[in-house]
């Protein structure tokens, strides 16, 4: 069973810049897992915010970039702010439909 | 403007069944794949299913294979999600996505499922 990782809550200050990483139990990361990335504040529905690993949604923030980092794929905030408090999820294609999220990030700003 | 709206949440007994809508407005939903994605309360996303924009092929989680069948109304414009033999791990708020380029383009407010006796 394919486990996808990512940090426990993390904290950045205000105007700071965080990168949260996305990993799998076994194996790295590649573009050809699609890396995505879901913003989710709480008793909302995500909100796409990256996808095919770097390309940002519609009406996304240039502070937010999406890479691949070694072996996990990475999403970076640049200048963070206040608002950015949320829990951030990654999602990566495994083959044959088959997709995967990350337990999710609370990312604080303080 | 694309907007999805879940419906059919609601409480059911262990081994009960229910069945999802996904209605779909501002796109034609047989030209896009569509996901479920539940998460449980307090608890992060987990992907369900997805049906691909052909209508036919159909892929599952294995927490669901076998219990759950995603399909697709073109005539209503509308994705469904019949779940069989709930368990109660299986509560949780019930999300539809659309499926663009790789990713979970467009997200439903979601429908809350309680398996409860």
């Known amino acids: 069973q394919t486990v996808v990782t990512q940090e426990p809550p993390f904290s950045v200050s205000p105007g700071g810049t965080v990168t949260l990483t996305c990993g799998l139990s076994s194996g790295s990361v590649t573009i050809n897992n699609y890396p995505s990335w879901y913003q989710q504040t709480p008793g909302q529905a995500p909100r796409a915010l990256i996808y095919t690993t770097n390309t940002r949604s519609s009406g996304v923030p240039a502070r937010f970039s999406g890479s691949i980092l070694g072996n996990k794929a990475a999403l970076t905030i640049t200048g963070a702010q206040a608002d950015d408090e949320c829990h951030y999820y990654c999602a990566l294609y495994m083959g044959n439909g088959i997709w995967v999220f990350g337990g999710g990030t609370k990312l604080t700003v303080l | 403007q694309v907007q999805l709206v879940e419906s059919g949440g609601g409480v059911v007994q262990p081994g009960g069944s229910l069945r999802l809508s996904c209605a779909a407005s501002g796109f034609t939903i047989s030209d896009y794949g569509t996901h479920w994605v539940r998460q449980a309360p307090g608890k992060g996303l987990e992907w369900v299913a997805l049906v691909r924009n052909d209508g036919t092929n159909t892929y599952y989680a294995d927490s669901v294979k076998g219990r759950f069948t995603i399909s697709r109304d073109n005539s209503k414009n509308t994705v469904n999600l019949q779940m069989n033999s709930l368990r109660p791990e299986d509560t949780a708020v019930y999300y539809c996505?659309?499926?663009?380029?790789?990713?979970?383009?467009?997200w439903g407010q979601g429908t809350l499922v309680t398996v409860s006796s």
């Open positions: 996505a659309k499926d663009f380029a790789w990713h979970f383009d467009s």
